[in-house]
């Protein structure tokens, strides 16, 4: 199996365990697993085979874009959990 990864991923991880630490509601891990799910689906693929490499070839305007993109699609999702959650769903 071929090594790479979707640098997203690792955007939308530490963007979650950021918000994890922060705030006192407590979250479950379902709600975290969903919000991701939910926030990787609304961006796009960005398959790379090293999170070094990629990050080194980013410009700091486009790392702080992506960055953005990924905090709103983390708010729409936590929006959308926050509406359909997962212990109430058929």
């Not at 479950?28 to 090293?50: E, G, K, M």
Request: charged content about 30%; some cysteine.
């Amino acid at each position: 199996m071929p090594n790479i990864n979707n640098y997203y991923e690792r955007l939308v991880v530490d963007q979650l365990w950021n918000i994890v630490q922060k705030t006192k509601e407590p979250l479950t891990q379902d709600f975290i697993d969903d919000v991701a799910c939910l926030a990787l689906n609304r961006l796009p693929a960005c398959y790379v085979r090293s999170m070094v490499d990629k990050s080194s070839y980013l410009t700091e305007k486009t790392y702080q874009e992506m960055e953005k993109e990924v905090a709103e699609a983390i708010n729409q999702a936590i929006e959308q959990v926050r509406l359909n959650p997962h212990d109430q769903r058929d």
